[in-house]
């Protein structure tokens, strides 16, 4: 199979009726630049900032940021990169800004985080723009958004940054930007945002845990843990309902984009761009080849009326071993 999906590299992820489904990297690491490049991905769909910043000593300075952004921004020159703000707090501590809580997962995190140290969030916004400065597909994404004003907020610090770099002389342009998904609360809030936003991006990962209320990462609990909950399918049907409703570009980063039995649910629920670690894009892009977007559209239904996660686990394996 190994030879077999390499051979797939330059080949679109199309289904046998013609849907094309874009498939892109998940990333954080210049070191997963060329693994990315390597497996096709077609751009970046999520750039974990907190990387950097996490094995830095220190918060990184406007000028060090640039130089990293804009190494992977040039690697996928006329893809796009999804760079999402700093989204710390919770399970992504930063060693020399230790945060204590109670309640991390519900605590001080994402663009919360961020909209409360201003001075750092503008210096990021800065460095991204200087970055792509006017060659390169920078959007940008936020994480953890609940509420209009943070939306707000985040458009007017961007409006400042667009405002000082153009006074300072550089040559850049407004990104495209848009938020994650994963907060329950911004579901219901979509169509209300949307002339705000130019695309969604769905957190599968918090945004199972946020509304199944467990701690995939907790031992005790983890094994209750499922993104196929038909919860979290019926909840991910509304989102996809919106999106089109509302032509907001749609797509999706969390695990669930890397799981073959989850793909076959969000290609039958209409999500055309999925984004993932890049190792897992060969495999995705066979299997969705080897399915028509009107069969996964009927095992999408079918799945959203069962009861329990696994038996629809057990229904989608039991799909995935009749295509090998
Ligand atoms: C998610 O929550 O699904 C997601 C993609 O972001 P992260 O895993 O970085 O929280
Ligand atoms: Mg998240």
């Not at 961020?114 to 210096?123: F, G």
């Not at 994963?182 to 991006?201: G, H, K, Q, Y």
């Not at 399918?233 to 039995?261: F, K, T, V």
Request: a negative charge; glycine letters at 6%.
């Amino acid at each position: 199979l190994q030879g077999e999906l390499g051979e797939l590299v330059d080949l679109p992820a199309t289904t046998t009726d013609g849907q094309r489904i874009r498939l892109l990297a998940n990333t954080g690491l210049l070191a997963d630049i060329s693994p990315g490049i390597a497996n096709g991905a077609e751009g970046v769909g999520l750039y974990r900032t907190e990387m950097p910043f996490m094995i830095s000593e220190t918060f990184p300075s406007e000028d060090d940021q640039e130089a990293i952004y804009r190494q992977v921004l040039s690697a996928y020159h006329g893809k796009p990169v999804y760079m999402r703000i700093l989204d710390i707090g919770g399970d992504k501590p930063l060693p020399y800004f230790p945060i204590e809580e109670e309640n991390p997962a519900l605590g001080w995190r994402g663009i919360r985080f961020c909209l409360d140290n201003s001075s750092l969030l503008m210096t990021q916004i800065r460095a991204m723009l200087r970055a792509a400065g006017d060659a390169y597909d920078l959007r940008i994404l936020l994480p953890m958004v609940g509420n209009t004003w943070e939306i707000d907020s985040f458009r007017s610090l961007l409006s400042d940054a667009i405002q000082q770099l153009s006074d300072e002389g550089f040559a850049i342009r407004r990104p495209p930007m848009g938020i994650m998904v994963e907060v329950p609360s911004a579901i219901s809030m979509l169509s209300t945002w949307a002339s705000r936003l130019d695309f969604i991006s769905i957190g599968s990962n918090d945004l199972s845990q946020y509304l199944l209320a467990l701690d995939r990462n907790n031992p005790r609990v983890a094994a209750a843990y499922d993104h196929l909950h038909p919860a979290v399918l019926r909840e991910l049907a509304r989102i996809a309902e919106h999106a089109r409703q509302n032509e907001l570009a749609l797509s999706l980063c969390g695990e669930m984009a890397s799981d073959p039995a989850a793909v076959i649910v969000l290609a039958g629920l209409g999500i055309r761009t999925l984004s993932m670690s890049a190792s897992k894009i060969p495999r995705i892009k066979w299997l969705l080849r080897s399915i028509s977007a009107r069969d996964a559209e009927q095992l999408a239904e079918k799945a959203l009326a069962m009861e329990h996660a696994f038996s629809i686990r057990d229904f989608l394996q039991a799909e995935l071993r009749t295509r090998g």
